[in-house]
T-cell receptor, first 115, second 114 residues
Framework: EDKVVQSPLSLVVHEGDTVTLNCSYE??????LLWYKQEKKAPTFLFML????IEKKSGRLSSILDKKEPFSILNITATQTGDSAVYLC???????????????FGKGTKLSVKP | NAGVTQTPKFQVLKTGQSMTLQCAQD?????MSWYRQDPGMGLRLIHY???????DQGEVPNGYNVSRSTTEDFPLRLLSAAPSQTSVYFC?????????????FGPGTRLTVT
């Protein structure tokens, strides 16, 4: 059975700290891994990763994928209170035609950043 | 572009009632899907569609029906609402078969079944 496991489930840090969120997965015919940020509304897209070892960056956020283990991490440096959210990891498996399949989500990591 | 729109934003139903959650997108996306999100459970796929006239079941399809008569619309029907269907429902859409894509999510519908 395909599954995505995120850790930790919740995390409390202070502004300025650096955090690392983890996502491991077991998926048949892996196609991509996606990170989303959710703040009491719809998830918003952060990154999509398809190749091992290539870091993607956006401001203070970065992410990397290791397809051998397999897992991904999401790093947030110099955290701010606005980073408080649930961070969702999702993995997509290829469908039988080789095109995109459905997303399998982890349960999320709830990050709270204190002033 | 309005993106992905969902109606209603909130709904309260009594057990046994039926209703349809509406989802529409104006981005000409082939792929559309419905998720439900429950506390501590992440998002779970209910049904999805890879194009007009084609639908399939996801992880938790029981109690829900879908249809896709047009590219733009993908309604989710609750046949006989049960308290276990109390949840937040998200509709999402994306291009199909493109090397880089993201799923665009609607704002969600918060459903309470009493």
């Amino acid at each position: 059975e395909d599954k995505v496991v995120q850790s930790p489930l919740s995390l409390v840090v202070h502004e300025g700290d650096t955090v690392t969120l983890n996502c491991s997965y077991e998926v048949t015919n892996f196609r991509s891994l996606l990170w989303y940020k959710q703040e009491k509304k719809a998830p918003t897209f952060l990154f999509m990763l398809t190749s091992s070892g290539i870091e993607k960056k956006s401001g203070r956020l970065s992410s990397i994928l290791d397809k051998k283990e397999p897992f991904s991490i999401l790093n947030i440096t110099a955290t701010q209170t606005g980073d408080s959210a649930v961070y969702l990891c999702a993995v997509e498996a290829r469908d039988y035609g080789g095109s995109q399949g459905n997303l399998i989500f982890g349960k999320g990591t709830k990050l709270s950043v204190k002033p | 572009n309005a993106g992905v729109t969902q109606t209603p934003k909130f709904q309260v139903l009594k057990t046994g009632q039926s209703m349809t959650l509406q989802c529409a997108q104006d981005m000409n996306h082939e792929y559309m899907s419905w998720y439900r999100q429950d506390p501590g459970m992440g998002l779970r796929l209910i049904h999805y569609s890879v194009g007009a006239g084609i639908t399939d079941q996801g992880e938790v399809p029981n109690g829900y029906n879908v249809s896709r008569s047009t590219t733009e619309d993908f309604p989710l029907r609750l046949l006989s609402a049960a308290p276990s269907q109390t949840s937040v429902y998200f509709c999402a859409s994306s291009y199909r078969g493109r090397p880089d894509y993201e799923q665009y999510f609607g704002p969600g519908t918060r459903l309470t079944v009493t």
